[in-house]
């Protein structure tokens, strides 16, 4: 069975950095696609950023690109995002998916980030 | 690049159909997907290209996608279809190639 477990959210000044990471088990973690979605308090969702199984390409929202950084560990079954210069409006719960072929099959349960002064 | 638009509610008596559109310009020619999303839950994917179901979604949901237009629809609505749904797509030729739609409230009246 596919689990996936969130983890780093937390309260954090606007412009300052935060590191999510997400632990996957029961899948071929290398072979697969990882998702950062995100859902800001009482809105729809919102696709935040992907990183191929080996690491090759990796893709950003335009409201992320340059603040934030995907990356994984195929060794530990680890993915992370790194994000900085933190807005208010990076107030969310993010999730992590798991991808295949480009949509998104399964989810962690979420961690809350919240950006506020 | 893609803006996905649905309506944001949609109303249904128990044991009718749901019908719930995702439009954009020519959204026949990219694969649709489709996820549920229950109140405190993560979402959950309930239709995938297109058309497909993932194992344990019952086969009262089902999807098609042509012209401007993508649906999901859901056949004999339960109380328990009752949340948002999200259509969703891959724009490969995009530099942010994730793309969700605005999202639908189902409501079971």
């Avoid at chain 1, 954090?12 to 999510?20: A, F, I, T």
């Avoid at chain 2, 109303?11 to 649709?32: H, Q, R, Y």
């Amino acid at each position: 069975e596919v689990h996936l477990l969130e983890s780093g959210g937390g309260l954090v000044q606007p412009g300052g950095s935060l590191r999510l990471s997400c632990a996957a088990s029961g899948f071929s973690f290398d072979i697969y696609a990882i998702s950062w979605v995100r859902q800001a308090p009482g809105k729809g969702l919102e696709w935040v950023s992907s990183i191929t199984g080996g690491s090759e390409r990796t893709y950003y929202a335009a409201s992320v690109k340059g603040r934030f950084t995907i990356s994984r560990d195929n060794s530990k079954n680890m993915m992370y995002l790194q994000m900085d210069s933190l807005r208010p409006e990076d107030t969310a719960i993010y999730y992590c998916a798991k991808v295949d072929v480009w949509y998104f099959d399964s989810w962690g349960q979420g961690t809350l980030v919240t950006v506020s002064s | 690049s893609y803006v996905l638009t649905q309506p944001p509610s949609v109303s249904v008596a128990p044991g009718k159909t749901a019908t719930i559109t995702c439009g954009e310009n020519n959204i026949g020619s990219e694969s649709v997907h489709w996820y549920q999303q229950k109140p405190g839950q993560a979402p959950v994917l309930v239709v995938y290209d297109d058309r497909d179901r993932p194992s344990g979604i019952p086969e009262r949901f089902s999807g098609s996608n042509s012209g401007n237009t993508a649906t999901l629809i859901i056949s004999r609505v339960e109380a328990g279809d009752e949340a948002d749904y999200y259509c969703q797509l891959w724009d490969a030729r995009s530099d942010h190639p994730g793309v969700f739609g605005t999202g639908t409230k189902v409501t079971v009246l």
